[in-house]
């Protein structure tokens, strides 16, 4: 597996498991019957942003994360980022490479710290890893996303420092 940045030509590998998971509804803000239009607006091209592929061998996309500002002007040293990864390749290590190479590439890039303003509390996996790779949750919004199969569920907020290597 290689991470690396995504290109135009990657969005017909990334859009069919992104619909799926936005689809799904258990993991993002975003309305399941999002279209492919705005899923690529959103993912591919948010201002001050990178995308982020993990591929295989054969060039085959099997999961993708995306890096932003948090907030613009003067929230823009606080990083954002979001994480999907092909339901046929969960369990292969390939969201905690994505994690890591984003955390090392939002710090070369000058950012202090990394900022998630909505995890699903019951996405029990992404918060562990987010906790393993030293996040804290600041505060939960109670009920702020409602789940097709838990229901009003809170969404964390979390943050961790971002360390720097002198080039």
């Known amino acids: 597996m290689r991470i690396r940045d995504a290109h135009d030509d990657d969005w017909d590998g990334i859009w069919p ?5 936005v689809a799904a509804g258990e993991t993002y ?4 019957d999002t279209s492919e239009e705005n899923a690529r607006a959103w993912w591919m091209t948010k201002p001050g942003g990178r995308v982020f592929v993990a591929v295989d061998e054969d060039g085959t996309v099997l999961g993708t994360a995306e890096l932003h500002p948090n ?3 003067a929230g823009s040293h ?3 980022a979001g994480f999907m990864v092909a339901p046929t390749a969960v369990g292969r ?7 890591v190479h984003v955390l090392d590439q939002a710090a070369s890039d000058g950012y ?7 995890v699903v509390e019951t996405n029990a996996g992404a918060i562990a890893l ?3 790779l030293g996040f804290r949750i600041l505060a939960t919004v109670p009920a702020a996303f409602d789940s097709p199969s838990s229901g ?3 969404l964390h907020i979390m943050h961790r420092m971002l360390e720097h290597t002198s080039a």
């Open 152 to 154: 009003l569920v809170g």
């Open 71 to 73: 907030q613009p002007a």
């Open 130 to 132: 987010w906790q393993s």
């Open 93 to 99: 290590g390939i969201g905690r490479a994505l994690a």
């Open 29 to 32: 803000c975003w309305p399941a």
């Open 78 to 80: 606080v990083a954002n």
């Open 112 to 118: 202090q710290a990394m900022q998630f303003n909505a």
């Open 17 to 21: 498991f992104l619909r799926e998971i």
